[in-house]
Each structure stands twice: as structure tokens, then as C-alpha cells.
């Protein structure tokens, strides 16, 4: 079965522009996460999905943050406008309902805020 | 919500022998609690996870037990190989639902051939 896919893989930007991530599930998972994770840390759950509808995002920095998920399978994570603090690896997971909680994660986007 | 600790943070073995990593929670109705092998530069993988229902699992050389009255759970890898190096993170559940977790901070095992 295929994984999850996300680009672009690498991101180089300066503080204050937008960035755009893409995450592609594995084909019939209907819940979707996005992850932040900081060198040296674990993931951080930024937002989940469950389907098209969002089941949290308590921990989305919703002043510059935003994701979607239209259609409820592609999803994108946007930045607008950057900090330096946000430099990271955006990890996007998905877990099929009814078969357990095991979440299959992509590769990730590194992102360098400069 | 959830916060789990994850101990040590850097762990060196010779190859061979065991490690051990260990974590802690604090809700005590968390149920599930997987654990993630990150490679470097590679996304993490699930290895092995335990449910609260049983107190040890385990899957060739990686096992896991869990002590739901200290709240704690730890995973054991035996006769450790250099593909073993990797970064492992614990999880648990955040705010009672297993389908959002809390990770640990992490370990760095490095295993010396």
C-alpha cells in the first residue's frame, strides 16, 4: 500500500513570507494530522481531521496558521506570515477509522525560516 | 491534557546487550501507548504499541511492558544491532482520546558495534 506523500520536502524562506505544505493520505484513512516537530523534540500535534471536518486544532497558531481538507483527502497546512520560530519539520500522519489508533506518517517538509 | 516524560534522553549501548527506555503519564485514563522508531532524517515508524488491557507485549527482540498503577511503560530491545540507532519516541494519549497523542521528547540510541 502506498504512504502518505507529502511536498514539497524542503522549504527555504525568509520571516514574514507564506508557505504552503501538501499531504496526500493513505487511500481511505479518514482522520488526518498535522505535526510539528522541532529539532531535538517530539511531534506536536498542530491539527486533526476526521474526514472534512476538523476534530482539533487547539494547538494551531491560528494567527498564522491555517489547514484544510477539502473533499476530506488531500490536505494543506499554510504559514502566513513565517517566524523564525518556525522553522521545523511539518509532519502530516493518517489513521484509518474502526481498525485502531496507529498512525502512518509521511516523510515530512523540512521548513528553514531565515 | 496528556504529559508524558520520556527518560533517558541519550542512551549508548554496546552491541549486544539491552536497552532500555522508559516513559511516564499523567492522565490516568489513557489507553494506548505506541512507540515510534525516527531514523535519522526518516519519518517515524510505528514499532510496537500496548493497550491497557495487557501489562507486556512483545515482537522479536523489541518488547513493551506498561504499569498502569505507576503510570508508567517502557520499551526493552535485546541483543541490540547498529541498525537499532535511531531516535525512539513514547506517546499517549492527549485528552482521552487515543487518535490524539502526546510524544515524548525522545532518546537518541546509539549502539557501538
Known amino acids: 500500500e502506498a504512504g502518505v506523500a507529502q511536498s514539497p520536502r524542503y522549504k527555504i524562506i525568509e520571516k514574514r513570507q507564506s508557505v504552503a505544505f501538501w499531504c496526500n493520505p493513505i487511500s481511505g484513512h479518514a482522520t488526518l494530522y498535522w505535526y510539528q516537530q522541532i529539532l531535538g523534540q517530539g511531534p506536536k500535534l498542530l491539527i486533526q481531521?476526521?474526514?472534512?471536518?476538523?476534530?482539533?486544532d487547539s494547538q494551531l497558531p491560528k494567527d498564522r496558521f491555517s489547514a484544510e481538507r477539502l473533499k476530506g483527502v488531500d490536505s494543506t497546512l499554510k504559514i502566513q506570515p513565517a517566524k523564525l520560530e518556525d522553522s521545523a519539520v511539518y509532519l502530516c500522519?493518517?489513521?484509518?477509522?474502526?481498525?485502531?489508533?496507529?498512525?502512518?506518517f509521511g516523510p515530512g517538509t523540512r521548513l528553514l525560516v531565515l | 491534557g496528556e504529559n508524558v516524560e520520556q527518560h533517558p534522553s541519550t542512551l549508548s549501548v554496546q552491541e549486544g546487550d539491552s536497552a532500555v527506555i522508559k516513559c511516564t503519564y499523567s492522565d490516568s485514563a489513557s489507553n494506548y501507548f505506541p512507540w515510534y522508531k525516527q531514523e535519522l532524517g526518516k519519518r517515524p515508524q510505528l514499532i510496537i504499541d500496548i493497550r491497557s488491557n495487557v501489562g507486556e507485549k512483545k515482537d522479536q527482540r523489541i518488547a513493551v511492558t506498561l504499569n498502569k498503577t505507576a503510570k508508567h511503560f517502557s520499551l526493552h530491545i535485546t541483543e541490540t544491532q547498529p541498525e537499532d540507532s535511531a531516535v525512539y519516541f513514547c506517546?499517549?494519549?492527549?485528552?482521552?482520546?487515543?487518535?490524539?497523542?502526546?510524544f515524548g521528547s525522545g532518546t537518541q540510541l546509539t549502539v557501538l558495534p
Open positions: 481531521f476526521q474526514n472534512n471536518g476538523v476534530v482539533d
Open positions: 500522519a493518517s489513521s484509518p477509522i474502526g481498525t485502531g489508533e496507529t498512525q502512518y
Open positions: 506517546a499517549a494519549p492527549a485528552g482521552g482520546s487515543a487518535r490524539q497523542l502526546t
